[in-house]
């Protein structure tokens, strides 16, 4: 099955099944102040071993086309659009659901370290089998009632953000023979406005399958292809309950966090 599919369980925002792509770009003209990314830390669009990119990437050269007001500008996420449920994917329905629960927390911050406060974060993933509740995903691993696998948050004042969740399992995919994708929690984080869109994949330490996966080998460099891995951290883990991982998220600058569907 394609990654454009397997990947692309909705955001509760756009309803998007590609993860999106509308990030502001450093040579729009909304964006002609912020610096470009270092070389070799973002996944370029063409990457013939992940085989989606070869039906995806512009063949012709991208124009710029002006945003005008109303991409510019957007919502305000409220906090009372978000429900108390909405971090926490192990309490959405009526049971519990199976699996290794975890924390997920981590900071959101630009790129001089500055946390950036008010960010809608919504992640999407599949269950601990390895199945996203998501009609085109028909591979045989069970479904599980208690499983959603959506969730959103705003980052507090200090760019803070924390989900509780269930460690989602490997998939099989049809990119190439034998290829399962390792554990990952897809993350699109919002600006202030609908343009302002990062997608991300957060993946988990130690992952056998981290040298198979044409998606994560797809971004050049090493030590940006670390930044995608979240960290084990045992200040997080909370006793008798669940494990926790750190994930940082930067936006830009040197330590910039690799996104999917950018230049
Ligand atoms: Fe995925």
Redesign the pocket.
């Known amino acids: 099955m394609p990654s454009s599919s ?2 692309g369980a909705r955001s509760k925002s756009t309803g998007r099944a590609d993860g999106g792509s509308a990030r502001h770009r450093a040579d729009s003209p909304t964006a002609s102040s912020c610096r470009r990314y270092p070389e070799k830390t973002q996944p370029p669009y063409l990457y013939p071993p992940y085989k989606a990119t070869l039906r995806r990437a512009p063949r012709k050269p991208l124009i710029v086309v002006p945003h005008t007001l109303s991409e510019v500008t957007g919502p305000v996420f409220g906090h009372g659009q978000i429900s108390e449920t909405d971090n926490d994917l192990t309490r959405q329905h009526a049971g519990e659901p199976l699996g290794e629960r975890i924390t997920v927390s981590g900071q959101v911050l630009d790129d001089s370290g500055r946390p950036v406060p008010n960010t809608l974060i919504e992640i999407w993933q ?1 269950n601990a089998a390895g199945r996203y509740a998501h009609r085109i995903d028909q591979h045989p691993a069970p479904l599980d009632p208690n499983f959603t696998g959506a969730g959103r948050t705003l980052t507090d004042s200090q760019g803070r953000y924390r989900f509780t969740t269930i460690k989602p399992g490997p998939y099989p995919w049809n990119n190439h023979p034998n290829a399962w ?1 390792p554990a ?1 929690i ?1 993350f699109s984080l919002f600006g202030t406005a609908f343009v302002s869109r990062l997608v991300t994949q957060m993946y988990f330490p130690g992952d056998p399958l981290f040298p198979f996966d044409p998606i994560l080998n797809s971004i050049p460099d090493e030590k940006a292809r670390r930044r995608l891995i979240s960290a084990f951290d045992m200040d997080l883990t909370k006793p008798d309950w669940s494990l926790g991982f750190r994930f940082d998220i930067v936006l830009r600058g040197p330590r910039e966090t690799p996104f999917e569907n950018k230049k």
């Open positions: 397997r990947d599949c994708r990952h897809h």
